[in-house]
């Protein structure tokens, strides 16, 4: 159950990739966009108001989210957008859109080659594809110390044979998925990212906000005091730096694709 609040204020690092990355799509002002995994919607919203002569719509499978980004950004506001509760594996489009970007979301996706296949039935012909999402070897360190905190009690009795939640894919991989969904690639690379966090407490929010796969797995009320002792043990070995900033090494896998 995602708290759209709390992923609202802790979302920062997210929100400027996506904003960085919304530019590898150079919109004139009359195009069509779907947003995979629009979250809170500020993203969304963003093209929304670039696209004054165009239309956007925001899909995400969490109901939460969806609701939040539909009181946050009414359609009296943005008339040209529009928010569905939908699964990334089961898009209901076709030849509805010029471009699906999709960004830290996919991740979450157990089924890249669903989301790529429905991706391309939703473009018209020429239609470009942009996302980012967690890939190969991202967030390393986080692992290994849950990893570590899964084998000492009491977080080893809630963490048996503990592993990654997430899918982060590589570029092998996705090249294939790219080509076998008739999209012609023009980029694909894991970036490497210096995520950051203020001091523990912005360290702690992340985790809390984000690695619910992990954190759910513990009872309610020891959940905080296992974020906390992750953040002492991830800290231990990855200090804050002189200003007080938490680092996490982040990859990420970009693809920029267009349809066949």
Request: glycine share 6%; net charge negative.
């Amino acid at each position: 159950m995602w708290n759209p609040n709390d992923y609202a204020q802790n979302s920062n690092n997210q929100l400027q990739w996506a904003q960085e990355l919304r530019q590898r799509l150079t919109l004139q002002g009359h195009e069509s966009v779907l947003d995979v995994g629009c979250g809170d919607g500020k993203i969304t919203a963003d093209f929304a108001a670039a696209l004054s002569q165009g239309r956007v719509v925001g899909v995400d499978s969490s109901a939460e989210m969806i609701a939040y980004a539909t009181r946050s950004y009414p359609s009296a506001q943005y008339p040209n957008l529009i928010f569905a509760c939908m699964d990334a594996r089961a898009l209901e489009f076709d030849l509805s859109f010029d471009a699906v970007f999709s960004n830290a979301a996919l991740h979450w996706v157990d089924d890249h080659r669903a989301f790529l296949n429905g991706a391309n039935r939703a473009l018209h012909a020429n239609g470009r594809l942009v996302i980012s999402c967690g890939g190969q070897g991202n967030a390393a360190e986080v692992l290994q110390v849950f990893s570590t905190m899964a084998t000492v009690e009491p977080w080893g009795r809630y963490l048996p044979n503990f592993h990654n939640p997430y899918f982060f894919c590589g570029t092998q991989d996705y090249e294939v998925w790219l080509r076998d969904a008739e999209f012609t690639i023009d980029r694909l690379e894991l970036v490497p990212k210096d995520m950051t966090h203020p001091g523990k407490a912005g360290l702690a929010n992340w985790i809390r906000t984000t690695w619910m796969p992990v954190t759910y797995s513990i009872p309610e009320l020891e959940r905080e005091s296992f974020i906390a002792d992750f953040v002492d043990g991830y800290l231990a070995q990855i200090p804050l730096d002189a200003i007080g900033l938490a680092h996490v090494a982040m990859v990420r896998l970009e693809v920029e694709a267009s349809k066949n």
